[in-house]
């Protein structure tokens, strides 16, 4: 039987949690990737790995064969100065994907913008007020564009705030990098990396082209509600608040910017999936319990 190709454009946390729970579920794999460096080989838990060459105006040319051959490719490189630079690749440089079962397009939830505080579904209005939320939407839309145009099997995940056993609001609290800001009726919602690698994995054997998921857990929330609940489990005092107009950060603006409550409920049904951590409350008891 013939291993599983799978090339990853980029090869950040979700790639890595994404080859992690191949190498878990003992899947016979064969995979690429791409980073900025010249094209090298890294070694990953024990398996070595082809990192290609890729940047916005350069690319290894062995990309295209490898690109050519894989069965799943995934996109997690975001917009670079608003341009989507995997799109362009695809466009202008990559003639034919003959073995492809899937692409999929790490968006994020950003692209619905501020909906005052209400619950947003795949089909609501996109009205992006950040930067990212404007230039994820229109890769969205390039990446549908080259689906019609290619025939490409394209899904498009928008991700809510992503956190990990590396990066999360507990080691922010230990070091004393948190800042709160005091905003009523301010709801956001979260996933745990873990989470996004078991929907990758089941999306393996269970694909339906041209959709859209919202990847998020089930208890949206404000900062305020999940750094009181991290500083309890640390035994910490609750950090200090600051008004919204004292905010100097413009990330930082732009996410107070945004309040919204992203519904899952089309993801746990199309991949029957039950999440690992359905809130922030199990994600953040076992980032604890697992050597924070």
């Not at 929907?199 to 041209?210: A, E, G, M, T």
């Amino acid at each position: 039987m013939s291993k599983t190709k799978i090339f990853c454009f980029g090869f950040g946390q979700v790639a890595e949690s994404f080859v992690n729970k191949l190498i878990n579920e003992k899947k016979d794999f064969d995979l690429s990737v791409t980073s900025r460096q010249e094209t090298h080989q890294i070694e990953f838990n024990n398996i070595k790995i082809n990192s290609y060459h890729f940047t916005d105006d350069k690319f290894d040319d062995s990309i295209k064969k490898k690109v050519e051959e894989a069965d799943y490719i995934l996109v997690s490189i975001p917009p670079i100065d608003g341009k989507d630079i995997v799109a362009n690749y695809f466009d202008t440089n990559q003639k034919k994907i003959t073995n492809c079962k899937w692409i999929t397009y790490l968006s994020a939830t950003s692209v619905y913008g501020d909906h005052k505080g209400d619950w947003v579904n795949e089909n609501s209005a996109t009205q992006p007020t950040s930067d990212n939320g404007i230039n994820r939407l229109e890769a969205e839309k390039n990446w549908k564009s080259l689906s019609n145009k290619k025939n490409y099997p394209i899904q498009i995940f928008r991700l809510a705030g992503i956190y990990s056993n590396e990066y999360n609001i507990l080691k922010r609290l230990k070091t004393g990098k948190v800042q709160i800001v005091d905003k009523k009726n301010h709801f956001f919602s979260r996933i745990h990396v873990d989470d996004i690698a078991n929907i990758l994995f089941k999306s393996l054997d269970n694909f339906k082209n041209n959709e859209i998921y919202n990847i998020c857990d089930d208890k949206p929330a404000s900062q305020i509600e999940i750094a009181a609940y991290g500083a309890k489990l640390l035994k910490l005092e609750k950090p200090h608040s600051i008004k919204l107009e004292e905010i100097e950060s413009k990330m930082l603006q732009n996410f107070y910017k945004d309040s919204k409550k992203v519904d899952n409920k089309k993801m746990k049904a199309f991949f029957k999936y039950d999440l690992k951590y359905p809130s922030y409350k199990e994600g953040l008891n076992h980032i604890l319990n697992n050597g924070l």
